[in-house]
């Protein structure tokens, strides 16, 4: 299977884990972003894969802010 991920993708056809770190820090370009968020939508192995590079606390007060708005009438 080829890659259909620009850059450092994996030779399997997955997200690559440099381009998974670059994904979570906001570092790569718009075309990326949509590319690694449509295949980690129905890949469960990169959606793990990516879970060791994202902040946990940062998750919590998004998750929270959203709460909150999601209360507002």
């Known amino acids: 299977m080829t890659s259909s991920f620009p850059g450092p993708a994996g030779a399997d056809g997955h997200v690559g884990k440099d381009l998974l ?11 990326v972003v949509w590319s690694v968020e449509t295949h980690v939508t129905g890949c469960a192995q ?12 940062r998750l919590a007060r998004n998750r929270s802010v959203l709460l909150a708005r999601a209360a507002l009438p």
């Open 46 to 57: 990169c959606r793990s894969a990516m879970s060791e590079h994202v902040d946990g606390e």
């Open 21 to 31: 770190a670059g994904y979570a820090a906001g570092t790569v370009g718009p075309v």
